[in-house]
Each structure stands twice: as structure tokens, then as C-alpha cells.
């Protein structure tokens, strides 16, 4: 139990399809993220909110909409996905201040665009 | 740009010692994380270095030289279950708040009897 919880675990959709990725935290961090991780590739950074406000855009294709309504709570929501698409996405938390204060990662969505 | 690098895959035997290495080049440097992930998990934390030396965890330590780009990670008395992929990280803060962190492609560690 890492204190970040993501739904579903599982994803399989169509590319005409809209669907959203949900992740909550209950560590009481001030700061989510949404990163990318497909095989053999690094993991890549797609969103960060900071205090409820996006900070970073990682020149993220406008199918991926990212939303922060609250401090706990960040969606990813998915529109006419290609592909490529398929991979793992993490969602993560952090406290903001302090120099050693890591990401905690959820156990991702398993998305797969048919 | 950023770029860090790490090994792809190693394998060691139980009870042995395994260290494994990191380079980066990175525009901004505030900070380097080691992760561990087993397949279909959450990556977890294991340690963080700002500082140049080693920070030592019970069976794990890290390493930091920023002169040179580089860390380790050490892993002691290995066990089986240390069989996973350790991700190497660097940390860059946003001006907007929040941090940035640029992750290499992850040592994929077997572990055997």
C-alpha cells in the first residue's frame, strides 16, 4: 500500500473511445503527476500540478487531458487514443518543500488501444 | 538535454553483492532517487543523495559523485526477492512548484540460488 491508488488497474479501449484514468492520494502531498511508462523506455513525465495547478506540460498530444480538482485527486482523461498509446501510466505524489521528499507512485493503469 | 544511463540487465547470486551503476548528464541537478519496481507494481523509493558520498540503509547504499555524473547502487546479503528493476532518477524543480524527475531505463536484477 503506497498511499496512491489508481483505477482501474486494467484498461482496453477503442480508439474512438473516451475514457479516464482516476488517481488518489491520501498522503496529504501537495503535488501529482502523471508519467508514461512503456517497455524499454524510460518512464516519461506527461503532467505535473502543484497545488492544484499545472506546472508542466511535457508536449503531451492534446488526446491526453489532464484534471486537478482538489489536492487529493488527479484524472487523466482519454480521448481518440492511438496504438501507441498502450503502455503503463503511473500516477505520483509528492510534498512539495523540503530537499528529500520522494515521489510515491501508484501501481499504474495497464492501457491497452485496440 | 538529459540523459541518463544505466545497465539493462544484471544477475547475481543470493547472498552476494551487486552494485548497480548510474551516469547522467542533466541541464538541472537537485537531487538523485533510486527506485525499486517489481513487475505489474509501483516503483518505491530507496534512497536519495543531494550531497556527494554514500547514504547507507540497511542492506542498500547509494553512492553520489556530481563531479563525475555518477551513482550506485549497493545491494548487500542479496535475497530473491530483490529480483526487480531499480530505476535511476534526477531531480530538477519546476519554477511553477513541483519537481521534475528524468528516470533511465531501469536495471532489470536477477536474482538466483
Known amino acids: 500500500e503506497t498511499g496512491v491508488t489508481q483505477t482501474p488497474r486494467h484498461l482496453v479501449m477503442g480508439m474512438t473511445n473516451k475514457k479516464s484514468l482516476k488517481c488518489e492520494q491520501h498522503?496529504?502531498?501537495?503535488?501529482m503527476y502523471w508519467y508514461k511508462q512503456s517497455a524499454k523506455k524510460p518512464l516519461e513525465l506527461m503532467f505535473v500540478?502543484?497545488?492544484?495547478?499545472?506546472?508542466e506540460n511535457n508536449s503531451v498530444p492534446s488526446r491526453f487531458s489532464p484534471e486537478c480538482p482538489n489536492s487529493s485527486h488527479l484524472f487523466l482523461h482519454l480521448h481518440t487514443l492511438q496504438p501507441e498509446d498502450s503502455a503503463l501510466y503511473l500516477c505520483?505524489?509528492?510534498?512539495?518543500?523540503?530537499?528529500?521528499?520522494?515521489?510515491?507512485f501508484g501501481d499504474g493503469t495497464r492501457l491497452s488501444i485496440l | 538535454g538529459q540523459n541518463i544511463d544505466q545497465p539493462t540487465e544484471m544477475t547475481a547470486t543470493e547472498g552476494a553483492i551487486v552494485q548497480i551503476n548510474c551516469t547522467y548528464q542533466t541541464s538541472g541537478f537537485n537531487g538523485l532517487f533510486w527506485y525499486q519496481q517489481h513487475a505489474g507494481e509501483a516503483p518505491t523509493f530507496l534512497s536519495y543523495?543531494?550531497?556527494?558520498g554514500l547514504e547507507e540503509k540497511g542492506r542498500f547504499s547509494s553512492f553520489l559523485s556530481r563531479s563525475k555524473g555518477y551513482s550506485y547502487l549497493l545491494l548487500k546479503e542479496l535475497q530473491m526477492k530483490d529480483s526487480a528493476s531499480y530505476l535511476c532518477a534526477v531531480r530538477d524543480p519546476l519554477g511553477g512548484g513541483g519537481n521534475k524527475l528524468t528516470f533511465g531505463t531501469g536495471t532489470q536484477l536477477k536474482v538466483e540460488l
Open positions: 500540478y502543484s497545488l492544484e495547478e499545472r506546472v
Open positions: 498522503l496529504g502531498h501537495n503535488a
Open positions: 543523495n543531494v550531497l556527494d
Open positions: 505520483a505524489s509528492s510534498q512539495e518543500q523540503g530537499p528529500n521528499q520522494p515521489q510515491h
